[in-house]
């Protein structure tokens, strides 16, 4: 990071501003805004800013600033045109250890103004820290659009009502509780009616009669094949209210940084040769968190009921009786043909796509080998790249052509995606010359072939 951004209190504190023009107006605005005593010190002061400043309890000194006028201030704003003014002015705070802002200058700023959503108790900021300020702004006008007006009033709504619930309810968790319910409840919209008696009535209510339910719950999350933008709203909505994610190896970085920052992260492995935690173990941890009362996000790579063991997971907590609650995820499947240009079925060279897993059984494919072989139909091949050679030899012995297209995409919809494509005669050669990163998906078909016409994606 940058820079930390903090809160500044500036209500009653002191701030200086050196400049009297246009720039130091701005700044006065919003330090005016947040409370703060003002000083303007310039040889020349505007008109307005020497109203807004004096309306606001503040003082004006017109003369040029000297060194010493920096002491007993708590924030220094330096918003002359004068470059060497400007710098002069941000080495004396630096030395007195004062926060310092020089308008458009971040090396000598200690501190800067980010672009604020101000939706006061409630303000979002954004800054780019001067790498990029229209994409801040850009960022900030959409924030601006996104938060309801009314939030402000909602914030302080909330403040009012924390006294109360702090004396009715014990625990930090159960008040958490309490005001996800407000929240998902219609008290937000009548306060953004304006009809902030009916709000209170309706808190006070809420109140007596909250009880947290002693058992937890279980959801059961599709993340989908990487990409964190095929996550949907469902999955993203859980994966913030969970108190306790239990992830596996499938599950991208980028994904897990989305579920709520002070969730429990539980790690339950599974690649394919080292279980983590024997299925069994993932399915009684499962059962225990709930029980203990934690929502719990079980999350999976892909979609959950897809060659995701999720079954055997909800059975057990069915028997247990844990409530659940499944969000179907996009599997690897649609997400890698999707972002590899292979349409799964197309009128003219696949009526049907078939899912299956080269999971080995005792070291041997075990699969329905005749019904794998028709012509026109696609086949996805999950887990499959270590049993491409075996599954390879009994498609062809089943009939299946040497010259059907294969496509293997590795980290499909991810930044590391790779694709290599091949026939099933050639393809054990094309594999030879490449190490593929798990995880690696196969599609069998003439639908391949499309990738090359679909050009518009281009080769990777
Ligand atoms: N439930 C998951 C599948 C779990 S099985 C789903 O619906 O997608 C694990 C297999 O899925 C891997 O061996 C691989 O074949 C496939 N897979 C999952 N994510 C993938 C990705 N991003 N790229 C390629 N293959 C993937």
Redesign the pocket.
């Known amino acids: 990071m940058e820079t930390l951004p903090l809160g500044f209190r500036l209500r009653d504190r002191s701030c200086l501003i050196v400049g009297g023009g246009e720039i130091a107006r701005r700044k006065a605005d919003l330090v005016i805004r947040a409370g703060a005593i003002v000083t303007v010190i310039a040889p020349e002061i505007d008109t307005d800013v020497a109203k807004m400043v004096t309306e606001a309890r503040g003082q004006l000194k017109q003369r040029p600033w000297q060194a010493d006028d920096i002491l007993d201030h708590d924030l220094v704003i330096a918003a002359t045109d004068d470059e060497p003014l400007n710098a002069a002015i941000s080495a004396a705070c630096f030395s007195q250890h004062t926060p310092v802002n020089v308008v458009d200058a971040p090396d000598l700023c200690s501190v800067i103004f980010p672009a604020i959503v101000d939706r006061s108790p409630l303000i979002v900021s954004v800054s780019s820290n001067g790498a990029a300020p229209v994409l801040a702004r850009q960022l900030r006008a959409r924030l601006e659009t996104l938060i309801p007006e009314g939030y402000g009033r909602l914030a302080a709504f909330m403040r009012e009502g924390r006294p109360l619930a702090k004396q009715q309810l014990a625990d930090t968790r159960t008040r958490r509780l309490f005001w996800e319910a407000v929240l998902a409840s219609n008290i937000p919209q009548m306060i953004y009616d304006d009809k902030a008696e009916q709000a209170k009535v309706a808190l006070t209510a809420m109140l007596k009669d909250f009880h947290v339910s002693a058992k937890g719950e279980v959801y059961l999350v599709?993340a989908g094949?990487?990409d964190p933008d095929l996550l949907t709203f469902k999955a993203l909505r859980l994966m913030q209210q969970a108190d306790v994610v239990v992830y596996d190896r499938?599950v991208s970085a980028p994904i897990l940084d989305m579920c709520r920052r002070d969730a429990e992260r539980i790690y339950v492995g599974k690649a394919?040769a080292e279980h983590t935690l024997p299925q069994e173990n993932i399915n009684a941890l499962l059962v225990r968190l709930a029980l203990e009362g934690k929502r719990v996000c079980r999350l999976?790579?892909?979609?959950?009921f897809?060659?995701?063991r999720g079954g055997e997971e909800i059975e057990e907590l069915a028997e247990a009786g844990v409530p659940f609650q499944v969000v179907p995820?996009i599997?690897?499947?649609s997400?890698?043909a999707a972002y590899a240009g292979i349409p799964l079925t197309h009128r003219d060279y696949a009526q049907s796509v078939r899912f299956v897993?080269g999971h080995l059984k005792d070291g041997t494919p075990d699969l329905p080998w005749q019904e794998l072989v028709h012509p026109q139909q696609t086949l996805v091949?999950?887990?499959?790249?270590v049993s491409i050679g075996p599954i390879r030899a009994q498609l062809l012995a089943h009939g299946l052509s040497e010259q059907t297209p294969v496509a293997m995409?590795?980290?499909?919809?991810?930044q590391d995606q790779q694709v290599l494509t091949g026939t099933l005669g050639n393809i054990m050669d094309v594999l030879a010359g490449h190490t593929l990163p798990?995880?690696?998906?196969i599609i069998i078909g003439e639908v391949v072939s499309l990738r090359n016409k679909l050009s518009w994606f281009g080769e990777s």
């Open positions: 599709g094949p990487g499938l394919r999976k790579g892909g979609d959950p897809i060659f995701g995820g599997t690897a499947a997400g890698c897993t091949l999950y887990m499959g790249l995409i590795s980290k499909g919809t991810t798990a995880p690696t998906l």
